[in-house]
Structures are given as structure tokens and as C-alpha cells.
């Protein structure tokens, strides 16, 4: 007789924990990310929570000695190594069973006010922390870079294009700056997300405290935590840590990436902006002629899957019960990594491509020469000179351009004094007053450009005061960035100076 499909289950999951099945969709990968992000983490927490319970009164300095040196006996390398075999649930308990081995039961006593649950949530906001930094670093690299070649461009008239289309003359420094400032906010936010990830969940215990006399403001300075949580049931079911700082990372893939659609249209032979460097473009099978701009194609879209897995976190959290549960742990936390991660690659790629690449300054200025993006400053002129209102000055040139494209013209080499005038009496009924040379200097790019000088404008003269500020600010966010690793660095090595001490690993 056939077995029933319920038979077939039994026989291939079989019937004690955990199946196979689970161990292979989830304790398995989750214990693969655990030994390669956790360990250090985990072993600091241990040394710390053992420096609290002596301080306390909670251990005894001989017992803790013995339990530190079982803790500074794990091999972490043999470790990361190691495979899941079932034999313990997860990488905690298989840890717990190693200090055991070494130090006997006097080992859990480290347990002593401590839940896998506020001990887990350090551990993920610990990992997290120091991937913003790096992340953080990352952007601090491409900001520099944004800012060199906004000194750089600072004469390199364009066009610049709003709806898709020819607007004004502005340069490729002006838009670069935006790029920068952008890229700052998103800076800003991330800074803020690792705010509120530092914040110490240890002493929450699985839910409520602990009825033990434990130090958590202790804790958290020798973890290097910058604030505590306060409430201990939001020390282990708060999940928004983790949500902001997936919504920092996903709106800072999301403002890069329109300017990867733009680098993308401008690498085009038909616009010709500029040529990539030759490490960052590949051939064509077939045609001798490409020059494939695959760098760039590719942040396109591994900057939408950045934005993918940031999406990935925000659903977890959402409609999820408010209590330390796996769907905001080990499930989740590694689709942050790897965007993180993924985002940081990108920065560094982008910076290396905008610094090395070509740009072709003389087919932009000589697109801004023949374009009527330039008639904004006429009519501007036209103001100036003939005391019109904006409104009437606008109908004015807009009557010219359309005189102009109604007879096939489209360069503005075709615009003459001439044809404005007989425009403007049409439409006002006089002629203008200004003179040849007037008329020239307010269709030409540069003029264009160069007068711009209000704050925020694309003048050389004003980009030059807008990149001093750049230059500044980026000096602040560098220190911001130093004091925060210093800060990671002075509080792990003094846990670590109290623990040799009671191991007597300086003798």
C-alpha cells in the first residue's frame, strides 16, 4: 500500500527538532550570518556583562576571571568555520555550550539578568552600526570627489534641461554641487539612523528587567552605546532602528540613481557630454565601435535593488506583533547588510568613474551657444533696457523663437536685432533700444552664466564661495565620522584592558 503524503513528510523531516526543511530555509542561513556577524559582537557583550555582574556584586572576581578566560579561549576563526549540525538551536547556545566546556557551570552565571532577547537585539544594533559607518565613510569618499570636480568644472558651460528639455545655460560645476548637496542630506540621515541603532537594549532582559541589581547605564558605555533604552519592552520588540535606517539607505539609492539615468543619457555619442575611462566600459561582441557604458548601467540597477531590499525590511516590520519576534531579527537583518553593503560598493564605483572619466567641454559650450536656452537672459535684458514688464518681454522673445522655428531655423545663430524688433512692434509697438553689442552679449552662455551670482547660482565666482562651505562641511562630517569610530575603539579597548587584567593575558 502506498504511504500517505502525511507518512512521506514524517519520514522525510523527520519527527524532533528541527525539521529539515526549517533547518534548511531558516536555522541554517540564519546561523551562517550569525557566525560571520556576530561573533566579535557576542564575545564583547560577554566581557562586559561579566565586568557589570562583578562591579554589581553579582559574580565574585575569581569566578569571573575563570569565566572571562573561557570567554578569551574561544577560537572566533574556528568558529566562523564551523557548520550547522543541528546539535544546537543557534550560534548562542552553541557558544553557551562552549563556555561550559571550558569554565564548567559557573559559566552561566554570565547569564545571570540576561535574555537571548536583549543580548540578540544589542548584538543586530552593534553590526548595524558599524555598517552605517562604513557606509557613511563610503559617501564621505564620493562627497569629496563630487566636490574636487565641482572646482574642476566650474567653467564648463551646459545646457541645463527641465520636462526633459533644453531650459537654461548654467555649468557642469552647478550641477555637480547638487549632486553634492543631496548626497549631504543623505549623509544627514544616516547620521540620524545611527543615532537612534546606538542605543543600548542591554538589561531589558526577555521583557522586563531583572529582579538582579544590574548596572545597564554601565552596559551601555562599555559597549559604546551613546543613549539607553529606556522602556525594556521596547528594548526588544522596537523594530523601527531598523526601519529608519532602511528608509535612509532606500531614498539615498533613489536620489542617486537619477543621476545615473542622467550620466547614462549624456555618455551617448548623440550628446556627447563626456567618455568614460577604459576600465569602466566594455565592446560589443559584434560592433568594433562600442564603448558600452556597463558601469553605469549596472549601479542603475543594483542602486534599484538597494532600494528593493530596504523595501524587503519595511514590509517585514509591518503589520508584525509588537514583541521581540524572529520576523524583525534574523530573517530581516540581512537584507539591511546587503544593501548597505551593495550601496557602499556603488559610492565607491561612481567616485572612481566621475573622476577619471573625459568630459567634453568644447561640444557642451558649443551646444549652449547654438541653443535657445539663452533667450531667458534676453528677455531679462529686455526688462533692463526697455522698461517692459517680464509678462511683455516674455511675448516678445517667445514671438521671435517662433517666428524662427516657423521658418526651419533652430540655432540661435539665426536670432538677429532685426527680427527681434520687428517682433517687439508687434507686440508692443515699438522697437527695443538695445544695441548690437548688447543684444550679443545677452545671447552668449558664458554672459549668461556669469551673472548668475546670487546664492545658489552657477557663477564661477559664486561656486567658488559655495565650495569653500562644501569644503567645511565635509571637515564636520569627516570629524562627526572619527569621533564616532574613536568612540566604538576607546570603549572595546576598555573592556578589553579589564579583561586582560583579570586573565592575566599583559603579563
Known sequence: MKSSLRDQILKKEGTTFPSKTYT???LEPAYNEAKKQFIDSMMEIHHAHLIMLVEQGLVGKEEAGKIAKAVSNIDREDVRTRSYTCEFEDLFFEVEHLLIEEAGDLAGNLH??????????????????????????????????????????????????????QAQPTTLSHYLNAMTDMLTRDIYRLQASYKTVNRSSMGAAALTTSGFRI???RMKN??????????????VAGADYIAETATA???SALNLGRSMQDFLLWGTQEYGAFLLSAPYVQISSIMPQKRNPV????????LSSVAGDCQTVLLMVHNTPFGDIVDTEDDMQPYIWKAIERLGGIYELL??????????KETLLKRAKESFANVTELADTIVRKDGLSFRQAHHVVSSTVKELMKNGKTSLESLTLELLNQQSIKVVGKESVLTEEEFKLCLSPEYFVRIRDLQGGPSPNRMEKTI???????????????????????SSLKVKEIIMKWTGANK
Open 112 to 165: 545571570i539578568a540576561r535574555s537571548r532577547n536583549d543580548m540578540g537585539i544589542a548584538i543586530y544594533r552593534m553590526t548595524l552600526r558599524k555598517k552605517l559607518l562604513f557606509l557613511i565613510k563610503q559617501a564621505l569618499t564620493l562627497r569629496e570627489g563630487l566636490i574636487e570636480l565641482t572646482d574642476e568644472h566650474k567653467e564648463t558651460v551646459m545646457i541645463g534641461y527641465t520636462h526633459t528639455q
Open 24 to 26: 534548511s530555509m531558516v
Open 468 to 490: 569653500k562651505v562644501r569644503l567645511q562641511e565635509q571637515e564636520e562630517l569627516v570629524s562627526w565620522l572619527k569621533g564616532r569610530q574613536n568612540h566604538l575603539t576607546t
Open 351 to 360: 567616485t572612481s568613474v566621475l573622476l577619471t572619466m573625459e568630459v567634453n
Open 222 to 235: 562599555l559597549l559604546g552605546f551613546e543613549e539607553m533604552i529606556d522602556n525594556a519592552w521596547d528594548a
Open 215 to 217: 548596572n545597564r547605564e
Open 295 to 302: 558601469s553605469i548601467e549596472h549601479m542603475r540597477a543594483l
Open 249 to 251: 539607505v532606500q531614498l
